[in-house]
T-cell receptor
């Protein structure tokens, strides 16, 4: 079974802090994704990575950056956390194929910025 | 903007009843997927239907796709309390591209 893990289930940070959210997958998937989930807004894509050292902006990249130095790890960075970044953050991975394929999600990190 | 829009936003039924959730989308798609999310957890893939398919089954799940109406439905038969969760549809416009998720339907199955 594919396993996607996220470094923390719950995280509390202060405004202005630099925050790192880590995601690791163990199935050699090429593609990895970061979403945030807010009530009434569903899942919104922040950044995604098709392969190592590759990244593309999603729908709401402002205030975030990412790093993909190794295939299994995709990090989301909040350079200077703000209260409007309080949210549930979900990481996902996917094998790149020529067919339709599914995403495998981690358990989520609930981040609170005070 | 959201590609998929689920309807209803919330659904409450009794155990044993069937639950039907609908999803509408706006653009041409390669496939449509349904995911489930238990409260406070990540999403789990349930079923995928390709644009050239009209109906698909998996256990107690039945998914239909009408590309002319740009809509899909998820039917859960003989529901159980353990089916209580949020259900999301997600569309993929081309093979290998990103998924676009709807806002979800919150299903509550009362024992």
């Amino acid at each position: 079974d594919v396993k996607v893990t996220q470094s923390s289930r719950y995280l509390v940070k202060r405004t202005g802090e630099k925050v790192f959210l880590e995601c690791v997958q163990d199935m050699d998937h090429e593609n990895m994704f970061w979403y945030r989930q807010d009530p009434g807004l569903g899942l919104r894509l922040i950044y995604f990575s098709y392969d190592v050292k590759m990244k593309e902006k999603g729908d709401i990249p402002e205030g975030y950056s990412v790093s993909r130095e190794k295939k299994e790890r995709f990090s989301l960075i909040l350079e200077s956390a703000s209260t409007n970044q309080t949210s549930m953050y979900l990481c996902a991975s996917r094998r790149r194929t020529n067919y339709a394929d599914t995403q495998y999600f981690g358990p989520g990190t609930r981040l609170t910025v005070l | 903007s959201q590609q998929g829009e689920e309807d209803p936003q919330a659904l409450s039924i009794q155990e044993g009843e069937n639950a039907t959730m609908n999803c509408s989308y706006k653009t041409s798609i390669n496939n449509l997927q349904w995911y489930r999310q238990n409260s406070g957890r990540g999403l789990v893939h349930l079923i995928l239907i390709r644009s050239n398919e009209r109906e698909k089954h998996s256990g107690r799940l039945r998914v239909t796709l009408d590309t002319s109406k740009k809509s899909s439905s998820l039917l859960i038969t003989a529901s159980r309390a353990a089916d209580t969760a949020s259900y999301f549809c997600a569309t993929q416009e081309t093979s290998g591209s990103r998924l676009t998720f709807g806002e979800g339907t919150q299903l509550t199955v009362n024992p």
